[in-house]
């Protein structure tokens, strides 16, 4: 794997921040590994730290990212690319006080289609409240230092995938003006929804409260920057601070908020930024 470290940003973070005792494990240099190179919009990747007793400041494309202590002794991050984020060059960067390593990567396009919706006069004029809006976005950028989950994600409910995670979106004709943050489930109301994985019920809205867009809500925290939701419930059979467990019944499909018909709109989100829940669901990170 590729590296570069700027020697002489290195050799002023040495002057500026003299040694502390514990910063290096003994014997071993720190180093920064990322399990690939080459990511594609609405990916992540795995950039992990070794040789440290505090984790480094972690930057993406001009973000700063928490790592999580693992048992091994080292930290990670699951970095996400945005479906909106420009392809091109970036580099992921660890720094701390007496170490600082960059790795060049790539992000590609993701080739996402885009999709006709057609609403009604009625539902097309509705907007998410100032309320649903903040509440949802304080949630989904939760950063808990347990991780919940174990092994893979279930998918939540069965049914027809409806929609793909990533479809960029064009409503009554209008230019596109956002994405799908999640894949649509579509399944008879009533139909089953099941925790994919270990969490904290962190968030339950409710349509006839303030989600007006959003429907009957519920988010999951996973710990380690991941969080999930669930939009569009008929019934909610949690409370915030219920403990989860993998396949746990959470609610039922139904067509709350802005809804075409009976579905799950089901997204996985790290730090904030949706990903595709499908990758969770393929392999065990």
Known sequence: MKRFVDMRLFLLLLLLFPAQPGQLSAGEQPDLRLDAEEKQQGEFFIAIVTGLDKPPRLWFDGTLYKMFLQPDGSFRALLPVGVMQTPGRYAVLAVNERWQEKIPVQVHSGNYPVQNVWLDKKTSGLRATIEEKQRVKAALET???????????????????????????????????????????????????????????????????????????????????????????????????????????????????????????????????????????????
């Open 143 to 285: 950063q808990t230092d347990t991780r919940l989950w174990a092994g893979t994600f279930l998918m939540p409910a069965e049914g027809r995938k409806s929609s793909p995670f990533g479809v960029k979106r064009s409503y009554n004709g209008a230019p596109v003006s956002s994405y799908h943050k999640g894949i649509d489930i579509a399944a008879p109301q009533g139909t089953v929804i099941k925790s994919p994985a270990g969490g904290k019920v962190i968030l339950c809205g409710y349509e006839a409260d303030a989600f007006k867009v959003h429907g009957n809500t519920v988010l999951i925290d996973h710990g380690h920057g991941v969080t999930s939701i669930y939009l569009h419930m008929h019934e909610i059979d949690v409370s915030p601070g219920d403990m989860v467990h993998k396949g746990d019944r959470i609610g039922t499909i139904g067509s709350t908020g802005i809804s075409t018909g009976p579905h799950l709109h089901w997204g996985v989100y790290l730090y904030g930024t949706s990903v595709d829940p499908e990758l969770f669901v393929q392999r065990a990170y």
